[in-house]
Each structure stands twice: as structure tokens, then as C-alpha cells.
């Protein structure tokens, strides 16, 4: 219980009020509406090839679209929606609508791979990869182009329900990417053996990396772990071109973050964002 009492004694919520346990059953019952209802949306954030800049993947980044409270990120209802169980559908929701756009974005002659997040308690229901592999058939997409975005933590927990589920995908050709890292619970050797296609260097990492030295220690070392463990090193939260640049000469594979776009509706994404200026 963390609201902050108000003078008059009313209790008054911060934006984090998702997090609060008798909260969580107000947004549980309306998220449930919302699933039925069709408000969540998704917007798509590029990611880019370095040095070039050109558009290599899009990453689908779930929001709701609140009748009342407007436009909501993912923070405000994603812990109610992992608490609740309800993230196994809304889940299957985003796979489907993302495979659908990403047959849009393939028609109009884009081969951008589609990045989707997966939450830990997805990766522990049975039938989880049978699932994702019956939506890549039905949509008739190859399953090279879809990548699953995993926590390390999802990764590290010791559930073999999950690394069940993740080397059948992986086997299947779906890419497996490990999110945020250098912010969970690290286990390096967890990482062994398991079949990653990307690292995600986390935006805290990136933010300073021009300045600050232990920063960019911790970035190169990461982009040394991804190259040797024979994946692709991604960062996150890229903001301004001299970051742009360091990364690049540091050898970092791809980068996403407000510098080339924002998440935006894929209609709106541009082949060279950082060229062309969208959305700075
Ligand atoms: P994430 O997967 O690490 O996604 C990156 C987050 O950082 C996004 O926030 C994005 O809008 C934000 N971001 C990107 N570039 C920049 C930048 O240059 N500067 C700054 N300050 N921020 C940047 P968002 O959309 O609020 O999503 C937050 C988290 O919610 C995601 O973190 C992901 O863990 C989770 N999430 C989003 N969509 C889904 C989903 O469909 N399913 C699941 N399970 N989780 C999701
Ligand atoms: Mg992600
Ligand atoms: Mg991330
Ligand atoms: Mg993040």
C-alpha cells in the first residue's frame, strides 16, 4: 500500500497505482472488458541496422486505449494483466494482431522482422510454443521473422516448462531474444546452451555510454558476450547521434530507440528513420 494521503485524508494514487494488490482487481475486471471490447493497441518501434541506419526489425509494444483514461503504456496494466493470468490471452491477442500487421508491412515490400515480448508466466503454460507456431502458420509467415523478447529472468528461472518452450520455438527458426539485459538476475550460466539470437543492452547502459567509463565497460563487454555466444547485440534507448556513433564504432549490431523513431502505429515507419528525421 503505497497511495499518498491527501490533507483532506483522500487517498491519492500516483501513476503506479497498477501496482497496488485491491487496484489490480479494478484493472483486472476492466482489462478483461477491454480483451472482449478490442481497445488495446499496438504501436511498433524500429529497430536499426549500424552503422547504416536502415530499418531491420520492428518491436510491437502493447498499449490500451482506456475509454476514460485515455492512452495507457504497458506499465500501467502489464502487472495486473501477469498477476491476474490475464497476460496468457493478451498475449495471444498481440501475436495475432502483430502477425496480422506484419503482413501488411510484407505487402507493401517490407522483410521486417517483428519483435514481440513475452512475460515469464507465458513461457510456463503448456502448449505455449505449439501456440505461437499454429498463429505463424495460420498467418502463412515464416518463422524466421518472428523473434520472442524474453527477460533474463524469464530465461534464468529454473522452469523447465520454459526452456522447454524455448528450444521448440527456436528449433522451429523463431528467434529468441534476451530483454533488458544487465538488469535481472544474472546467471551467466544460464545463457549456456540456450539458443539466443539477440541481447538487448539495457537503456541504462546506454543513456551514459558517451561519458561515462563503467557504462562503456559493461557495453562492450556485452556486445563481446553476444558476438561470442554467435548472437546480435541490440541497444536500447538510443537518444542522440553521438551515442548513435560510439555504438556503432564499438561494434553494436542494431539500435533502437527515440533517436530514429518513437513507437508508432507501422504505418507510420519509415525504411531510414534516422535519415529522414520521423519522430525525433
Ligand atoms: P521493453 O521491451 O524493454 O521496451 C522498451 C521500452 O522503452 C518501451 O516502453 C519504449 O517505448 C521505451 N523506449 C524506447 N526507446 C526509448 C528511448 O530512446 N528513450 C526512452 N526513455 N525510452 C525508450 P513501453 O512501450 O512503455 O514498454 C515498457 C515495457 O512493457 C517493455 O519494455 C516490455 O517489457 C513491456 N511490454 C510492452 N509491450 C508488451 C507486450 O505486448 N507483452 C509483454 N509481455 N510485455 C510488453
Ligand atoms: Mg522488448
Ligand atoms: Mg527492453
Ligand atoms: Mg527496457
Known amino acids: 500500500?503505497?497511495?499518498?494521503?491527501?490533507?483532506?485524508?483522500?487517498?491519492?494514487?500516483?501513476?503506479?497505482?497498477?501496482?497496488?494488490?485491491?487496484?489490480?482487481?479494478?484493472?483486472?475486471?476492466?482489462?478483461?472488458?477491454?480483451?472482449?471490447?478490442?481497445?488495446?493497441?499496438?504501436?511498433?518501434?524500429?529497430?536499426?541496422?549500424?552503422?547504416?541506419?536502415?530499418?531491420?526489425?520492428?518491436?510491437?509494444?502493447?498499449?490500451?486505449?482506456?475509454?476514460?483514461?485515455?492512452?495507457?503504456?504497458?506499465?500501467?496494466?502489464?502487472?495486473?494483466?501477469?498477476?491476474?493470468?490475464?497476460?496468457?490471452?493478451?498475449?495471444?491477442?498481440?501475436?495475432?494482431?502483430?502477425?496480422?500487421?506484419?503482413?501488411?508491412?510484407?505487402?507493401?515490400?517490407?522483410?521486417?522482422?517483428?519483435?514481440?515480448?513475452?512475460?515469464?508466466?507465458?513461457?510456463?503454460?503448456?502448449?505455449?510454443?505449439?501456440?505461437?507456431?499454429?498463429?505463424?502458420?495460420?498467418?502463412?509467415?515464416?518463422?524466421?521473422?518472428?523473434?520472442?523478447?524474453?527477460?533474463?529472468?524469464?530465461?534464468?528461472?529454473?522452469?523447465?516448462?520454459?526452456a522447454r518452450a524455448v528450444a521448440e520455438l527456436s528449433a522451429a527458426g523463431v528467434g529468441v531474444s534476451v530483454d533488458d539485459f544487465g538488469t535481472g538476475y544474472t546467471n551467466l550460466s544460464h545463457l549456456r546452451g540456450l539458443p539466443i539470437t539477440e541481447i538487448k543492452i539495457d537503456r541504462s547502459f546506454v543513456t551514459d555510454v558517451v561519458r561515462d567509463p563503467e557504462s562503456q565497460a559493461i557495453v562492450r563487454s556485452v556486445i563481446e558476450l553476444a558476438h561470442g555466444l554467435g548472437s546480435r547485440a541490440t541497444a536500447e534507448g538510443v537518444e542522440t547521434e553521438e551515442v548513435r556513433r560510439w555504438l556503432a564504432d564499438a561494434g553494436c549490431d542494431e539500435a533502437q530507440g527515440y533517436l530514429f523513431s518513437r513507437p508508432v502505429p507501422w504505418t507510420q515507419i519509415s525504411a531510414q528513420p534516422h535519415l529522414e528525421g520521423v519522430s525525433r
Open 1 to 162: 500500500y503505497q497511495g499518498k494521503r491527501g490533507t483532506n485524508g483522500i487517498v491519492v494514487y500516483s501513476g503506479a497505482t497498477a501496482g497496488q494488490p485491491h487496484q489490480w482487481l479494478v484493472v483486472q475486471a476492466e482489462l478483461r472488458h477491454a480483451l472482449e471490447r478490442d481497445e488495446l493497441i499496438l504501436h511498433y518501434q524500429p529497430k536499426v541496422a549500424l552503422p547504416g541506419g536502415d530499418v531491420c526489425g520492428v518491436e510491437a509494444l502493447v498499449r490500451w486505449q482506456h475509454p476514460e483514461r485515455g492512452l495507457l503504456p504497458p506499465g500501467e496494466f502489464l502487472p495486473a494483466a501477469e498477476h491476474s493470468g490475464l497476460i496468457v490471452p493478451l498475449t495471444e491477442w498481440v501475436l495475432r494482431r502483430a502477425l496480422a500487421d506484419q503482413l501488411g508491412w510484407t505487402a507493401t515490400g517490407h522483410d521486417w522482422a517483428l519483435s514481440v515480448n513475452v512475460s515469464a508466466r507465458n513461457l510456463e503454460v503448456p502448449g505455449f510454443a505449439g501456440l505461437v507456431l499454429d498463429l505463424l502458420a495460420e498467418a502463412g509467415i515464416p518463422s524466421h521473422r518472428l523473434v520472442l523478447e524474453v527477460t533474463e529472468t524469464a530465461l534464468a528461472a529454473d522452469a523447465d516448462e520454459a
